[in-house]
């Protein structure tokens, strides 16, 4: 980890959990648990998730994305990305297929949460590919935000 990236919750460890539906390295670090679990994720430059589903009923299943450091991207599928940056609040609705990662050039950390209700599950699905991710800015935002 390198020490010129400051943030104000831990780190955590390399993510070994959930390393098969990420493309570069993340570390994880459970910040509460019990029926809302809330974690800190952070991205070294150029990592992202997969593409994925968070599925849920009963008004569960949505995420909250909370940027806190670094510079980050989220991208709805058919929508355009979205430039993160600390202060940045992200609700994914349940059932929205999308992905959320670094910039190219920057460290990026966000808390996440899922909204608790029934068969609240996630679903992994392809990784965002190296051509669409180069299509992105390496920093800054889109002309969207």
């Known amino acids: 980890m ?16 959930f390393g098969q539906y990420f493309i570069g390295q993340s570390y994880l670090a459970p910040l509460t648990d019990g029926t809302v679990p809330v974690n800190n994720v952070t991205f070294e ?6 593409w994925h589903i968070h599925h849920g ?32 609040a992200i609700r994914v609705p349940a ?20 909204t608790p209700g029934g068969d609240v599950r996630n679903e992994w699905l392809e990784p965002v590919t190296d051509d669409e991710y180069g299509r992105l800015p390496a920093s800054g935002s889109t002309s969207g935000d």
């Not at 390198?2 to 959990?17: L, S």
């Not at 510079?71 to 600390?86: I, K, M, N, R």
């Not at 999308?98 to 996440?112: L, N, P, R, T």
């Open 2 to 17: 390198t020490d010129t990236f400051d943030q104000i919750f831990p780190t955590g460890e390399k993510n070994e959990a």
């Open 45 to 50: 430059p150029g990592c992202r998730n997969n």
């Open 57 to 88: 009923a009963d008004g569960g299943g949505d995420q909250i994305l909370l940027c806190t450091a670094g510079s980050g991207w989220y991208q709805a599928d058919g929508d355009e990305p979205v430039s993160l940056e600390p202060g940045t």
């Open 95 to 114: 059932g929205t297929k999308h992905w959320h990662g670094a910039k190219a050039d920057s460290w990026f950390s966000h808390v996440a949460f899922i």
